[in-house]
């Protein structure tokens, strides 16, 4: 993508610099004025009921389904990934389009919670009511998936919402919301705005219910400085460091194939993708040995028959080559590859060993397809260095029996076992991190209720023989409630037991 003027984005293929598209820059009155749009198509959109909502989000389905060859076509071009990467990512769409709209009627219906002895005559219910306008502010490397997920959430939960793509990626922003007016007939309950930090920070400022950001991990301490200035809630998730553990008794080759694909798969640019890989000392040297052989088999460019495309923004060659060069000079060691890798707007994959784990491609975003393994002597090991990690987003375990009880140990929102970014295809699973890979949640129950306000109702159907919420109880009354409670706690009418030796 590149900017030509202040108040115009042009999208162009990464590959060639062919021009995709042009897009206005919204300025902060034209922020404001979507948003209140949005707030005046809320009630109506609320109304609708979950059954209606998902009828229009079933349609909107389809549509893309229908249309499928040429959103494929546009995030290819617009990111530089591969056809089958841009495949995916379309799949992946549908499939948690289609989970928001079917399940969102049953996770957000009310519930009824017990009341307590001390409540008895009273019913509790919990309801989950839509937020109003919820603002998403979405990513360039998987610039429909990644950012489909808050908005069908926040629309199926029953909020409009007010769509900034990334600066990067303004076609498919515009065609995905494009889309589902079309479907819909309701241009109103999703809408776009164009533009870069300002923009975003505009629609931080803009009075939204609530913001969802997917982005680096700097940009969303700005989103949050920004939101906290109206006490506008936010959801964060920021960058990744993911880490694999291969244990001695893993199968080798199923967890080669799977980290080879985790890390260099679109480029690397994956904020749950692959980049540090601990295996076990007694395995180690014939993991990596497969792994290195199917990296180096892997095509790099721009042709069709390419495994890997382009960095997708202009600085980010520059940034892998200084983890690269950071890596080496600390006495790692390349077994493929190194800094002649990078030619932007290309890099081949590169293959680190023995690399400290203070270097920066160890603690720090590479986001490029670059693997570090590192040898371990024990999954204890394995577990300490990945924990070490700022970042808490997402990892994998290879192991044939101590997989689960390893996974349960990471610090991470999610864990893959045996494989690698499966819990991202799963629609009912929650995704999203720690530390600083941010918080709160998308996708599954949790992405539903994220985006909803939660309302409880205490209903009294009985009227109580003893009234303590009054200024007319009794000394009796009161004294009643205690030694009830009492009995209920388990505490008797004698009080707690003395130890032996006390006064």
Known sequence: MT???????????????????????????????????ARAAAPAWARLGHAGRARDLDAWRRLILRRVGELVRLISAETGKTRADAQLEVILVADHLRWAAAHAGRVLRPRRVPTGVLMFHHTATVEHHPLGVVGVIGPWNYPAFIPVGPVAHALAAGNTVVFKPSEYTPAVGAWLVATFAEATGRPDVLQAVFGRGDTGAALCRSGVDKIAFTGSTETGKRVMAACAENLTPVLLECGGKDAVIVDRDADLDSAADAVVWGGLANAGQTCIGVERVYVHQDVADRFTETVVDRAAAL??????????????????????????????SRGGRALLGGPESVR????????????????????????????????????????????????????????????????????????????VLAFAGIPALPFGGTGASGFGRVHGPEGLREFTRTHSVARQWLRPPVQPLSFRRSDRTMDALVRLVRVVHGAGRGGPRQQPGSR
């Not at 382009?310 to 080496?328: E, F, K, N, Y």
């Open 344 to 419: 932007a707007p290309y890099v081949s994959p590169v293959i680190l060993a023995d690399v400290p784990e203070d270097a920066d491609v160890l603690t720090r975003e590479t986001f490029g397809p670059v693997l570090v393994i590192n040898r371990v002597r024990s999954a204890a090991e394995a577990v300490e260095r990945a924990n070490a990690c700022a970042y808490g987003l997402g990892a994998a375990v290879f192991s044939r029996t101590q997989a689960t009880a390893i996974a349960r140990r990471l610090r991470v929102g999610m864990v893959s076992v045996n494989s």
């Open 3 to 37: 900017v030509t003027a202040p108040d115009q984005l042009v999208s162009a293929d990464p590959r060639d610099g062919r021009t995709l598209g042009r897009y206005p820059v919204h300025g902060t009155a034209e922020v404001f004025e979507r948003v209140a749009a």
């Open 299 to 328: 095509r790099t460019g721009p042709g069709p028959d390419a495994h890997i495309g382009p960095m997708a923004t202009p600085g980010q060659p520059g940034i892998v080559l200084d983890h690269i060069r950071d890596a080496l």
